[in-house]
Every structure is written in structure tokens, then in C-alpha cells.
């Protein structure tokens, strides 16, 4: 099973950099690097030492033994390994902020996370169609690889490479403040689990910080990948228990706790937080890419998207409906104090352990922009130790200055969710497929482009100013 560790690998440009290869050890887009890099140096031996004809010959002949090669030992992945690591992305620990979100929502909250899940599914789907192209005989081939090489492929007239670093700065950024949130959960809930400890939250985050230091060392994620299922199902007893607990509160249920009206700002925020919640895109060009049977990808996401919209419908209406207006950042917090420690210390271990998984793909992208990957030897070494230590270091100043999870999920969601999920999948769509596109398929995307600017500014705008008024605090 290939697990989103080696998604985001694939998803990676390919890069050398400064440190030791062991290329039993590597992934497979690794792997592949390194068989094309040998397979172009063979071909220009062939092209060196042989007659023009006979080297076209030899050189094509090795492509074609070298593409038989890549086909027969990529790693595949049935559909119901691919909707695992669909799930596992848009059913995290991030979900415990939404009870907060409805919290400020009321009855539009819950009707925007089924309406997200739907536009979240399409965006997904037409992100792939992008992928394709029709030949001459009426049948889709996958040209494109990645969501990069979609996006220079909609500015190629232009400015060739400008959809992809815009692309590639969107995804830094949204991993980077993943990497920030998870510390902020977790120094939230370790604040919350031990106060007679009287040690702020920012101690924690020092803390944190600290017990992640080892990510500065990481030079591939076969480690972290063995604790992915084991994350994933802490997270399920972690939700099981904190549902068994609202079922228990039942007599105190409530629907008027529920409201239809809401505070305009707020909601603006709770927007930002429930799509965040669904963001899947930019794994889905490499996920799908590594199914054995593409043809069920559709169907994969339907499925995928639809449990998780019944899933956090329900987990949001127990939890609020026990709670009500006493609803806090992390729904955990809510819990009794013995139960309370025993599922944050839970869900702080699947936070340490989901950190270094966005923090390897940001610092990877990073040392591509930043430093000389064709540089080798101890130099290149410590200078890309240095750029870890440094954006390592970046999370923890974030988090220590914005320690709000909430407004930091809501503006996450508005900045990079509403980007990668609503604006670039459905102008890229209407950029390469236009003239194929029926007018209900250009309405759907036109309103979802102009949906996504909309609740990506306003969702900016609300967030920054709800965490200077947080800050002045």
C-alpha cells in the first residue's frame, strides 16, 4: 500500500541534493530518478560511439526497454488503497475544529460542509481531466504528471514556467502552515490537559519543537510512513470515544443551540476551516497516477467524499449539540478532565508524528529554490541543515505568535484551500478544455472560480483581522 508519504515523494520535483543515497532505501519516484539519469547517459554513449542512424535506433530501443521497465516495477495501488489515502487527507485531526466552525455558522455551517464536500469532489475530478488529452483516435492519454506540469501547461504561451511556481509557492505555503498548526493542536491541547503544571503554551510549543528536531535529519520518510496507519487509527479511538462520550449527554441535547443566525466575520472564518478540512489536491495528479485501474477514480472520489461529508456531519452534531455555545477551538478540550488528558495525549502523538510528513515536502521544495541541487559534499550538507533548522524554527515563531487554531485553520482554508481547490482546478479546466466543455461544465466552473475569489478574500481579510484583535488581546 502506498501511503502519502510517498505521494508527496512523487509529487516532488526531482532534485538531488547533499546527502547520502541508498538506493535500496528509496522511494519509488527516487528510484526512477536515478534509472533515467543512468538511461541518459548510456544514450548519449550510444549517440557518442555509433553512426547517426544506427544511435537513433540504439537510443530508441533503449527508451522503449527503459519505459517497459518504469511500467513493469512502478508501484500500484488498488482503489480501495487509493480512497485510504483520500480519506486519511480530508478526515484528520483537523476535523476537531469544525464543531467550532458551526459554533459561529449555525445551520449554514453544517449545510456548507455537505456543499464543500460536493465542489471538493468536483474540483478533484476535473484536476485529473486536466491530466488528459484526446488523440487521434478519440482516446484520453495522460500527457501531464503533476499538478506543476498542469499548470505550466496553462501558461505555456506566455510565461512557461510561471504556473508552475505559482503553483509550487501555494503548496509550500499550505505545508508550512500545516506544519504550524500541528503545533498549535498541540501545545493547545497539552495547555489544556495539564494546567497544574502552570506551563504556558508556548513552553509547549518550545517543547514540541524540541521532541521534532530529528525532522532536520530525515532523508526519506520510510520510517514515518510504517506510523502512517497507526496514526490513522488513534485518530478513529480518538473519535469513537469522544462520540461515545456526546452519546451519553443525549438527555441534554438541544436543537435551538443550533441557530440560523450568524455573525458575518465569523462565518467568514468558519468557511476558511471547512474547506481546509476537504483539501485533497494536491496529492490527486500523483494518487491517481499510481492506481492500477484509473477508470475508478471518479468513482473513488464520490465514495470517498460522501462518507466523509456523512462523517463529519454527524461528528459535528453530537459534539455541538452536547456542548453548545461552550464549544472551544478543539472539541477535545470540552471533554472531562480525566478523558480529556488521555485523548490529547492521543492526538498530540498523532500530531508530532503527522508534522514531519509536510515539513519533508516543504524543506524539499525549499532546497530546490534555495540552494545548488547539483551541489554535493559537506558544505551543501550544512547549508541544507541550516534552511531545516530554519523553517523549522518559522513554525514555532508562527505558532508562539498566532496560537489560535481556529482563526489559523480559517486562514489556511482562505489563502491556499480556496486557491488549490476552488480557483486553479477550475480555470485550469476551463484554460486546456474549453472548446470540449459543455455550458453547463463552463457554468459550474465559472461560478466555482468566482465562488473560490470570493471566500478566499473575504476569508483573508476576516482571519488576519480576527487574529490582530486576538493578538492585541
Given at each position: 500500500?502506498i501511503?502519502f508519504q510517498?505521494?508527496?515523494?512523487n509529487?516532488?520535483?526531482?532534485?538531488?541534493?547533499g546527502?547520502?543515497v541508498?538506493?535500496?532505501?528509496?522511494s519509488?519516484?527516487?528510484?526512477?530518478?536515478l534509472?533515467?539519469?543512468?538511461?541518459?547517459?548510456v544514450?548519449?554513449?550510444?549517440?557518442?560511439?555509433?553512426?547517426p542512424g544506427e544511435a537513433?535506433?540504439?537510443?530508441?530501443?533503449?527508451?522503449?526497454?527503459?519505459l517497459?521497465?518504469?511500467l513493469?516495477?512502478?508501484?500500484?495501488?488498488t482503489?480501495?488503497?487509493a480512497?485510504?489515502?483520500?480519506?486519511n487527507?480530508?478526515?484528520?485531526i483537523f476535523v476537531?475544529?469544525?464543531?467550532?466552525a458551526?459554533?459561529?455558522?449555525?445551520?449554514?455551517?453544517l449545510?456548507?460542509?455537505?456543499?464543500?464536500?460536493?465542489?471538493?469532489c468536483?474540483?478533484?475530478?476535473i484536476?485529473?481531466?486536466?491530466?488528459?488529452e484526446?488523440?487521434?483516435?478519440?482516446?484520453?492519454?495522460?500527457?501531464?504528471?503533476?499538478?506543476?506540469d498542469?499548470?505550466?501547461a496553462c501558461?505555456?504561451?506566455?510565461?512557461?514556467k510561471?504556473?508552475?511556481?505559482?503553483?509550487?509557492f501555494a503548496?509550500?505555503?499550505e505545508?508550512?502552515?500545516t506544519c504550524?498548526?500541528?503545533?498549535v493542536?498541540s501545545?493547545?491541547?497539552?495547555?489544556?490537559?495539564?494546567?497544574?503544571?502552570?506551563?504556558s503554551?508556548?513552553?509547549?510549543?518550545?517543547?514540541?519543537?524540541?521532541?521534532?528536531?530529528?525532522?532536520?535529519?530525515?532523508?526519506?520518510?520510510q520510517?514515518v510512513?510504517?506510523?502512517?496507519?497507526?496514526?490513522s487509527?488513534?485518530?478513529?479511538?480518538v473519535?469513537?470515544?469522544v462520540?461515545?462520550?456526546?452519546?451519553?449527554?443525549?438527555?441534554?441535547?438541544?436543537?435551538k443551540m443550533?441557530?440560523?443566525?450568524?455573525?458575518?466575520?465569523?462565518?467568514l472564518?468558519?468557511?476558511?476551516?471547512?474547506?481546509?478540512?476537504?483539501?485533497?489536491q494536491i496529492f490527486?495528479?500523483?494518487?491517481?497516477?499510481?492506481?492500477?485501474?484509473?477508470?475508478?477514480?471518479?468513482?473513488?472520489?464520490i465514495?470517498?467524499h460522501?462518507?466523509?461529508?456523512?462523517?463529519?456531519?454527524v461528528?459535528?452534531?453530537?459534539?455541538?449539540?452536547?456542548?453548545g455555545?461552550?464549544?472551544?477551538e478543539?472539541?477535545?478540550?470540552?471533554l472531562p478532565?480525566?478523558?480529556?488528558?488521555?485523548?490529547?495525549v492521543?492526538?498530540?502523538?498523532?500530531?508530532?508524528l503527522?508534522?514531519p510528513?509536510?515539513?519533508?515536502?516543504?524543506?524539499?521544495?525549499?532546497q530546490s529554490?534555495?540552494?545548488?541541487?547539483?551541489?554535493?559534499?559537506g558544505k551543501?550538507?550544512?547549508?541544507?541543515?541550516?534552511?531545516?533548522?530554519?523553517l523549522?524554527?518559522l513554525?514555532?515563531?508562527?505558532?508562539?505568535?498566532?496560537p489560535?487554531?481556529?482563526?489559523l485553520m480559517?486562514l489556511?482554508g482562505?489563502v491556499?484551500?480556496?486557491?488549490?481547490?476552488?480557483?486553479?482546478?477550475s480555470?485550469?479546466?476551463?484554460?486546456?478544455?474549453w472548446?470540449?466543455l459543455?455550458?453547463?461544465e463552463?457554468?459550474?466552473?465559472?461560478?466555482?472560480?468566482?465562488?473560490?475569489?470570493?471566500c478566499?478574500?473575504?476569508?483573508?481579510?476576516?482571519?488576519?483581522k480576527?487574529?490582530?484583535n486576538?493578538?492585541?488581546?
Open positions: 500500500m501511503n510517498d505521494v508527496i515523494i509529487l516532488l520535483k526531482k532534485h538531488r541534493y546527502f547520502h541508498d538506493e535500496e532505501n528509496l519509488f519516484a527516487k528510484r526512477d530518478e534509472n533515467i539519469d543512468h538511461t541518459e547517459i544514450q548519449e554513449r550510444v549517440v557518442e560511439q555509433a553512426s537513433e535506433n540504439r537510443a530508441q530501443s533503449l527508451e522503449t526497454d527503459q517497459r521497465a518504469e513493469q516495477d512502478t508501484p500500484h495501488i482503489t480501495w488503497e480512497g485510504w489515502n483520500v480519506t487527507a480530508i478526515q484528520g476537531l475544529g469544525l464543531p467550532y458551526v459554533l459561529h455558522s449555525g445551520y449554514v455551517g449545510f456548507l460542509i455537505m456543499f464543500a464536500a460536493v465542489i471538493c468536483y474540483t478533484g475530478k484536476l485529473i481531466a486536466c491530466l488528459y484526446e488523440n487521434e483516435e478519440g482516446q484520453h492519454v495522460r500527457v501531464r504528471t503533476s499538478y506543476e498542469i499548470a505550466n501558461c505555456m504561451q506566455l510565461f512557461p510561471l504556473g508552475g511556481k505559482i503553483v509550487n503548496q509550500v505555503a505545508l508550512i502552515m504550524i498548526l500541528y503545533l493542536v501545545g493547545n491541547l497539552m495547555f489544556h490537559s495539564f494546567p497544574h503544571m502552570q506551563m503554551e508556548e513552553t509547549w510549543f518550545v517543547i514540541a519543537v524540541v521532541m521534532l528536531v530529528p525532522c532536520l535529519f530525515i532523508q526519506n520518510l520510517i510512513s510504517k506510523l502512517s496507519l497507526l496514526c487509527l488513534v485518530h478513529l479511538v473519535t469513537f470515544i462520540i461515545t462520550y456526546c452519546m451519553t449527554q443525549v438527555q441534554k441535547w438541544s436543537w443550533i441557530k440560523f443566525s450568524m455573525d458575518f466575520e465569523k462565518f472564518v468558519s468557511v476558511g476551516v471547512i474547506i481546509f478540512s476537504y483539501t485533497s490527486l495528479p500523483s494518487l491517481e497516477g499510481s492506481m492500477k485501474n484509473k477508470g475508478n477514480f471518479v468513482c473513488m472520489m465514495w470517498t460522501l462518507a466523509a461529508c456523512i462523517f463529519k456531519t461528528f459535528v452534531l453530537v459534539t455541538f449539540l452536547t456542548w455555545n461552550e464549544t472551544k478543539v472539541i477535545t478540550d470540552n478532565f480525566t478523558l480529556r488528558v488521555l485523548v490529547n492521543c492526538l498530540v502523538a498523532k500530531a508530532l503527522s508534522y510528513l509536510p515539513f519533508y515536502a516543504a524543506a524539499e521544495v525549499l529554490c534555495i540552494l545548488n541541487p547539483s551541489s554535493v559534499g551543501a550538507q550544512v547549508w541544507a541543515l541550516v534552511l531545516r533548522g530554519c523549522l524554527m513554525t514555532l515563531l508562527m505558532a508562539t505568535f498566532m489560535h487554531f481556529a482563526l480559517g489556511t482562505s491556499t484551500g480556496a486557491v488549490m481547490t476552488f480557483l486553479l482546478p480555470l485550469f479546466h476551463l484554460r486546456l478544455l472548446y470540449k459543455g455550458n453547463l463552463k457554468f459550474l466552473d465559472i461560478s466555482i472560480f468566482l465562488l473560490g475569489l470570493l478566499g478574500l473575504s476569508g483573508i481579510f476576516c482571519s488576519v480576527g487574529l490582530i486576538a493578538f492585541r488581546r
